[in-house]
């Protein structure tokens, strides 16, 4: 990415499926791609990038070219987006981790998906809307600095009982049940995540459960600025990393209107509708 350009940035977007297992669930699938529509216009000819920090969907699985859940309506707005030049790339989340290969030119660099096996991959159904996916991490460089993005999931080790979780789903038994695991178990259990509503309703984190060391260790990897979400709620601060001046920004949750800029290697928090800045 060029210095010149505009990224914008959207956490914990939590998207429904249409076909989502209660009525209230595929409400506010309607919602958010009516809300999403408006965004994407909104910066339409102002952004030359958009970054999905992860939980973009309320729970994504996708194995060898078949996704759980009807999320046609909001790809559709992606894609549509994509062709009209925005370039959109996808970090995981703990809710859509499940993802295919990436499309990237340089194989020995491009996300693999993370059910790859040792001969051949599937290219992730994602690409086909314009997104493109880069696993836990991606990284770009814009006004002299080098910027990482993250969920954050990975940052939050205070929270025990979550990191255990989080290592039964994504370890090697995770991985091994989601690859070999019948289609129908999958679909059942992950239709049944993809109907919860309750995470607009709260699910808001504090701060302090990003650990200071697993963010040091983030930065140390040569990040200037480190741009994550998962907890739901603004958060920055500054920190000294092997002798540099680096910056932890933590968006807000999408669903609670908050959005990221990124202009000129400068981060900005705003709300959506009104463009003010979004209260720490």
Not at 18 to 33: I, Q, T, Y
Not at 35 to 45: H, K, S
Request: one cysteine or more.
């Amino acid at each position: 990415m060029a210095s010149t350009d505009r990224v914008y940035l959207l956490a914990d977007m939590h998207l429904k499926p249409l076909d989502a297992p209660n009525s209230r669930a595929c409400d506010m699938a309607v919602e958010d791609n009516l809300r999403l529509a408006r965004f994407l216009e909104y910066i339409d000819g102002k952004a030359t990038g958009l970054v999905l920090l992860g939980d973009t969907f309320n729970f994504w699985f996708e194995r060898r070219g078949k996704v759980v859940g009807d999320y046609s309506a909001a790809l559709a707005l992606f894609k549509a987006a994509a062709d009209s030049g925005l370039d959109i790339h996808h970090v995981s989340g703990n809710r859509d981790f499940v993802v295919g290969e990436g499309l990237g030119f340089d194989p020995t660099t491009r996300y693999p998906g993370f059910l790859r096996l040792k001969r051949g991959f599937t290219v992730s159904r994602l690409a086909d809307y314009g997104i493109e996916p880069h696993g836990p991490r991606y990284r770009f460089h814009q006004g002299g600095k080098t910027v990482t993005c993250v969920h954050g999931d990975a940052l939050c080790t205070r929270d025990k009982w979550f990191m255990a979780m989080r290592w039964c789903l994504q370890g090697p038994l995770g991985r091994w049940i989601m690859r070999w695991g019948p289609w129908s178990f999958c679909e059942y259990l992950f239709s049944h995540q993809q109907g919860r509503t309750g995470i607009r309703n709260g699910g808001r984190r504090p701060a302090d459960l990003l650990e200071d060391t697993a963010v040091w260790r983030e930065m140390a990897m040569g990040a200037d600025v480190l741009l994550c979400g998962h907890i739901h709620s603004h958060h920055e601060r500054e920190m000294q990393v092997a002798g540099r001046n680096c910056k932890l920004v933590v968006l807000p949750a999408w669903l609670d209107g908050g959005y990221g800029v990124m202009e000129n290697g400068a981060i900005r928090v705003e709300r959506f509708d009104d463009g003010t800045p979004f209260p720490d």
